[in-house]
T-cell receptor
């Protein structure tokens, strides 16, 4: 947990504003996932990124949500024109892909960003 | 369509006794399973995992059992300690899908009573 850094921890936005959530993976990890957790629910996959590439965005809402993981700097999850339904905890996980077998394919999570939309 | 189900929202166990948390899945393509522990206002912490080629994996007080034919797995904690009180999430992935995304259950809140 301690190795994946997310900020801010808490973010308050008014409806219609933009939210930017940042995630720095563990040292040596070049793969990042974003998950969303609504109250009383499990975490739901949103997007999977490698440096400079979106690998799988099948869990992302079609509109207003985007993600990037540039060559330098953290991964960013961006939500435009936020609505009350976007209020949730957003977790980032990093992953060291070992390229074969399943033994080490474990995702390590950050502490999350709690987004509140007023 | 919930592919990973944790049917018990909560569980209370006496300190020193065994805690058994259960998880069922419906997707037969899942081949890797993980348990995470989560405290309030923190991120999930990895506990233990098991691949579909095994039926048991043990790490200290934690043991995970996998019954592929029943599509069922369970996490045993023995002996249970008050510090184990948290929400436990079962997660599964399909390595053939390429992205290794995790599908989570809704969690079971474990309370260990001193």
């Amino acid at each position: 947990n301690a190795g994946v850094m997310q900020n801010p921890r808490h973010l308050v936005r008014r409806r219609g504003q933009e939210a930017r959530l940042r995630c720095s993976p563990m040292k040596g990890h070049s793969h990042v996932y974003w998950y969303r957790q609504l109250p009383e629910e499990g975490l739901k996959f949103m997007v999977y990124l490698q440096k400079e590439n979106i690998i799988d965005e099948s869990g992302m809402p079609k509109e207003r949500f985007s993600a990037e993981f540039p060559k330098e700097g953290p991964s960013i999850l961006r939500i435009q024109q936020v609505v009350r339904g976007d209020s949730a905890a957003y977790f980032c996980a990093s992953f060291l892909r070992t390229g074969g077998g399943l033994a080490k394919n474990i995702q390590y999570f950050g502490a999350g960003t709690r987004l509140s939309v007023l | 369509d919930q592919q990973v189900k944790q049917n018990s929202p909560s569980l209370s166990v006496q300190e020193g006794r065994i805690s058994i948390l259960n998880c069922d899945y419906t997707n037969s393509m899942f081949d890797y399973f993980l348990w995470y522990k989560k405290y309030p206002a923190e991120g999930p912490t990895f506990l233990i995992s098991i691949s579909s080629i095994k039926d048991k994996n043990e790490d200290g007080r934690f043991t995970v059992f996998l019954n592929k034919s029943a599509k069922h797995l369970s996490l045993h904690i023995v002996p249970s300690q008050p510090g184990d009180s948290a929400v436990y999430f079962c997660a599964a992935s399909d390595s053939g899908a390429g992205s290794y995304q995790l599908t989570f259950g809704k969690g079971t809140k474990l309370s260990v009573i001193p």
